[in-house]
């Protein structure tokens, strides 16, 4: 692993741990993936991309009831409620918005010019998690008792 890729997991664990706290009032902290027990865990996936001074992608991956959790306390509601469960999706991506501008104004500097697509959130597929867990661009948390990953990827 290369200094470069230290200082990019340094600042997507540190933002991601950051903004979810502030955000979800959730707390985390970094986890190796290898200590992670995935078996069984049914997880959503939230990607956006961004463009300018800087051109890449940011993708979350958290268990489908960690994603209620964070609607619901983004909405000051119970997990269970039923406007919790209907709005997973957008919670998830209202999350990856606001980490994805700070992760970007990290890379860049705070006066980044750049440019959000919109998140798309969907489940995630036994094959795209195991690419996560090889891909040294993800890092792993855990985040209430949660497993999750984060990743960057930027583009040449």
């Known amino acids: 692993m290369t200094?470069?890729?230290?200082?990019?997991?340094?600042?997507?664990?540190?933002?991601?741990?950051?903004?979810?706290?502030q955000l979800t009032f959730m707390f985390g902290e970094p986890?190796?993936?290898?200590?992670?027990?995935?078996e069984g865990i049914d997880f959503l996936r939230s990607e956006m991309e961004f463009t300018g001074q800087v051109n890449g992608s940011?993708?979350?991956?958290?268990?489908?009831?960690?994603?209620?959790?964070?609607?619901?306390?983004?909405?000051?509601?119970?997990?269970?409620?039923?406007?919790?469960?209907?709005?997973?999706?957008?919670a998830l991506g209202e999350l990856l918005n606001?980490?994805?501008?700070?992760?970007?104004?990290?890379?860049?500097?705070?006066?980044?010019?750049?440019t959000l697509r919109p998140p798309r959130t969907e489940p995630l597929d036994a094959s795209h998690l195991?690419?996560?867990?090889?891909?040294?661009?993800y890092v792993a948390f855990v985040l209430d008792d949660h497993p999750g990953f984060f990743g960057l990827e930027l583009e040449d």
């Open 31 to 38: 986890a190796a993936k290898e200590e992670l027990d995935l």
């Open 3 to 21: 200094r470069e890729t230290l200082d990019l997991h340094a600042l997507l664990t540190g933002t991601f741990l950051k903004i979810t706290e």
């Open 98 to 114: 606001v980490i994805c501008g700070e992760v970007v104004r990290g890379i860049v500097g705070e006066d980044a010019d750049f």
């Open 58 to 90: 940011l993708c979350v991956a958290l268990p489908r009831e960690a994603t209620r959790e964070i609607a619901a306390n983004i909405l000051g509601l119970e997990p269970d409620d039923s406007q919790s469960v209907a709005m997973t999706s957008d």
């Open 130 to 137: 195991d690419r996560l867990m090889l891909d040294e661009g």
